[in-house]
């Protein structure tokens, strides 16, 4: 078992036995966080939906994130991961949200280097964000970007 299988799989676990339910949100990630989400049987039970939302206007038109927030700061911030989980969670009304945004290379994007990341878990309306710099090519930086948003989301989920 990979460790994002296994940290997916320790999450829903305790998301499940805490009656809490997930939805997700990712731009560089693209799909890799809610697959490994939806991998273990009985997932259906805590995830209920992901948006991948890679273009920026996406961000702003379907997860809601302030259109000026990514007008001054680009999607690659804080307080963006912290925007996208707290929308993704209202959308698909779930207790939950977990989201990734960054630059996953192999060159940098709007000044940011590649590596740097951003992850964010939502728990009824409280949010939680950490910025990483993270190595690695492409590949790696995106498998390493789910897991550690999957990391913080077990820490939001039992704290």
Same mark, same amino acid.
């Given at each position: ?57 996406? &961000? ?11 007008? +001054? ?38 000044? &940011? ?41 077990? +820490?939001?989920?039992?704290?």
């Amino acid at each position: 078992m990979t460790m994002l299988a296994a940290a997916a799989d320790a999450l829903l676990a305790v998301a499940r036995e805490r009656g809490l339910t997930v939805a997700v949100a990712e731009s560089l990630t693209g799909g890799m966080l809610s697959s490994a989400l939806v991998g273990p049987p009985g997932a259906s039970d805590v995830v209920l939906g992901a948006v991948v939302a890679y273009a920026t206007d996406v &961000k702003s038109t379907v997860l809601g994130v302030d259109a000026a927030l990514l007008a +001054e700061r680009g999607p690659v911030d804080a307080d963006v991961a912290g925007q996208m989980a707290l929308g993704v969670a209202r959308l698909l009304s779930a207790r939950c949200g977990v989201a990734t945004t960054g630059v996953a290379g192999p060159g940098p994007q709007d000044g &940011k280097p590649a590596g740097r990341v951003h992850v964010a878990a939502s728990r009824d309306d409280v949010v939680r964000t950490r910025q990483l710099d993270l190595p690695g090519d492409r590949a790696e930086i995106r498998e390493r970007a789910a897991l550690a948003a999957l990391e913080l989301l077990h +820490e939001i989920v039992t704290g």
